[in-house]
T-cell receptor, first 112, second 114 residues
Framework: DTEVTQTPKHLVMGMTNKKSLKCEQH?????MYWYKQKAKKPPELMFVYSYEKLSINESVPSRFSPECPNSSLLNLHLHALQPEDSALYLC???????????FGSGTRLTVV | GESVGLHLPTLSVQEGDNSIINCAYSNSASDYFIWYKQESGKGPQFIID?????DKRQGQRVTVLLNKTVKHLSLQIAATQPGDSAVYFC?????????????FGQGTTLQVKP
């Protein structure tokens, strides 16, 4: 298995909702990442997990809460989002210390 | 802050021609660079990488050139095909060995005309 799987592919949520994005990989990668990508812009790093521990938080607002329950799973919990948070959320993984990230296809999030 | 950027937002080429996509970076401490391809509705896909101790690396139909003197990176695609149409990002990697941090440039949209 050489893929990163993200679910759901599309999500529409209200500003008072709580939802979660999920990411799964079975490549044995011990580093996992969340990126946010707005239309026609490059992906922007949000969080880095290394060996299931949060190692980088790029000053992301607390309404985004990451979680890494085990070495194969990465979640992003969403609460009280704003319309400007609408974007494509990408998950990636890599071997620890390696930069050849494998990306998932993303979750297209719309906040209404 | 420091960033990686691309020179042109859009590049249009004829099928069969060679394509050259350019990128300028500003962090002279970076030692690893990657080119990614992103097709519509998909995540970025790894194309080729290069370390700062190299100035050229070749893959299948693609070549990456690195000029550290002027902090310039380029991606050459030989015999461009319609399937090459996508957004291309250069990315700059730095950080400790266990907490890799990959920062993307602005991206160039490659359009291949049949």
């Amino acid at each position: 298995d050489t893929e990163v799987t993200q679910t759901p592919k599309h999500l529409v949520m209200g500003m008072t909702n709580k939802k979660s994005l999920k990411c799964e990989q079975h490549m044995g990668h011990r580093a996992m990442y969340w990126y946010k990508q707005k239309a026609k812009k490059p992906p922007e790093l949000m969080f880095v997990y290394s060996y299931e521990k949060l190692s980088i938080n790029e000053s992301v607002p607390s309404r985004f809460s990451p979680e890494c329950p085990n070495s194969s799973l990465l979640n992003l919990h969403l609460h009280a989002l704003q319309p400007e948070d609408s974007a494509l959320y990408l998950c990636a993984s890599s071997s620890a210390g390696q930069y050849g990230y494998t990306f998932g296809s993303g979750t297209r999030l719309t906040v209404v | 802050g420091e960033s990686v950027g691309l020179h042109l937002p859009t590049l249009s080429v004829q099928e069969g021609d060679n394509s050259i996509i350019n990128c300028a970076y500003s962090n002279s401490a970076s030692d690893y660079f990657i080119w990614y391809k992103q097709e519509s509705g998909k995540g970025p896909q790894f194309i080729i990488d290069i370390r700062s101790n190299m100035d050229k690396r070749q893959g299948q139909r693609v070549t990456v050139l690195l000029n550290k003197t002027v902090k310039h990176l380029s991606l050459q695609i030989a015999a461009t095909q319609p399937g090459d149409s996508a957004v291309y990002f250069c990315a700059e990697a730095y950080g400790s060995s266990n907490t890799g941090k990959l920062i993307f440039g602005q991206g160039t949209t490659l359009q291949v005309k049949p």
